[in-house]
């Protein structure tokens, strides 16, 4: 069964960092597109990073060269580094896999940002 666990959210100020990380389970990720979404209160998930089996990365344009998306497929995991943040970077942020044309999610990671 796959499973992903989010970890490193939290309260931060305008301009900080943080850097979350993702621990998968039940499935060899190495083999798979991983990404981050998050999800802001009233609007909808939103892509914001995927990285492919070979570490070729896409970010979306709202958090380019603000954020970084790396992966350890020996530790079956993925990390979001988050530098230079905002108030709209505000949301939780979840981890996703795609396996098979199945989307699998951890619970979530609360992000806040304070201005």
């Known amino acids: 069964q796959v499973h992903l666990v989010e970890s490193g959210g939290g309260l931060v100020q305008f301009g900080g960092s943080l850097r979350l990380s993702c621990v998968g389970s039940?499935?060899?990720?190495?083999?798979?597109?991983m990404g981050w979404y998050r999800q802001a209160p009233g609007k909808q998930r939103e892509l914001v990073a995927t990285?492919?089996?070979?570490?070729?990365?896409r970010y979306a344009d709202s958090v380019k060269g603000r954020f970084t998306i790396s992966r350890d497929n020996a530790e079956n995991t993925v990390y979001l580094q988050m530098n230079s943040l905002k108030p709209e970077d505000t949301a939780v942020y979840y981890c996703?896999?795609?396996?098979?044309?199945?989307?699998?999610w951890g619970q979530g990671t609360q992000v806040t940002v304070t201005s």
């Open positions: 039940g499935v060899a990720f190495r083999n798979y597109v």
């Open positions: 996703n896999v795609l396996i098979d044309l199945l989307n699998f």
């Open positions: 990285i492919t089996s070979n570490s070729r990365t």
